[in-house]
Antibody, heavy 122, light 110 residues
Framework: QLQLQESGPGLVRPSETLSLTCSVS??????????WGWVRQPPGRGLEWIAD???????YYNPSLRSRVAASVDASKNQFSLSLTFVTATDTAMYYC??????????????WGLGTLVTVSS | QAVVTQEPSLTVSPGGTVTLTCASD?????????PNWFQQKPGQAPRSLIH???DRHPWTPARFSGSLLGGKAALTVSGVQPEDEAEYHC??????????FGGGTKLTVL
């Protein structure tokens, strides 16, 4: 069974760059059937889609975050990553990595990581 | 960017039926928005329940059903169980590659 595991710093200072990694186990990230992505959830609030990345490196971003976000894939490590620049307190959230179908099932999500909490504070 | 709206909270009695809705400020929700529904319990990651308006995942109990209702996406839970108490999030697709979640509905079983 494929599993996703987020890792990250926990605490980031305002104006700095947040970097997160999602490790994929039990399957290969080189799979043309899926997007790999990121979703976040501020404390006590709803979910927000951040980005999707295909194994080829093609990326799709939330327009409201596009100027600050970048996603990448490292197939050699079976990982994908997210960076978010110039963070502020509003970027404090639980960050989830996820997998969803590329074309099948109209792009449905099927697997989520457990999430990693990132707090932006000085 | 579109805004997707859900009821902030709903309460249902055990064994009852409840319908949660998901609206878009761009107009009527249609099957082209491929509505998805997720369940999230406290301290847990979301779990996908419904995709493509009404399609269940293999792990989704049959008491959960998706539909389109009055220009909105809808999630109906029939024969509600105590373990269905959770936050429910809807997701709509815009243009195929832009995804927008609603604010979530807290469902209380009381």
């Amino acid at each position: 069974q494929l599993q996703l595991q987020e890792s990250g710093p926990g605490l980031v200072r305002p104006s700095e760059t947040l970097s997160l990694t999602c490790s994929v186990s039990g399957g290969s990230i080189n799979n043309r059937n899926y997007y790999w992505g990121w979703v976040r959830q501020p404390p006590g609030r709803g979910l927000e889609w951040i980005a999707d990345i295909f194994y080829t490196g093609s990326t799709y971003y939330n327009p409201s975050l596009r100027s600050r976000v970048a996603a990448s894939v490292d197939a050699s490590k079976n990982q994908f990553s997210l960076s978010l620049t110039f963070v502020t307190a509003t970027d404090t959230a639980m960050y989830y990595c996820s997998r969803r179908y590329y074309t099948a099932y109209r792009g449905a999500f099927d697997i989520w990581g457990l999430g990693t909490l990132v707090t932006v504070s000085s | 960017q579109a805004v997707v709206t859900q009821e902030p909270s709903l309460t249902v009695s055990p064994g009852g039926t409840v319908t949660l809705t998901c609206a878009s400020d761009t107009g009527a929700v249609t099957s082209s928005h491929y509505p998805n529904w997720f369940q999230q319990k406290p301290g847990q990651a979301p779990r996908s329940l419904i995709h493509n308006t009404r399609d269940r995942h293999p792990w989704t109990p049959a008491r959960f059903s998706g539909s389109l209702l009055g220009g909105k996406a809808a999630l109906t839970v029939s024969g509600v169980q105590p373990e269905d108490e959770a936050e429910y999030h809807c997701l709509l697709f815009y243009g195929g590659s832009q995804l927008v979640f609603g604010g979530g509905t807290k469902l209380t079983v009381l």
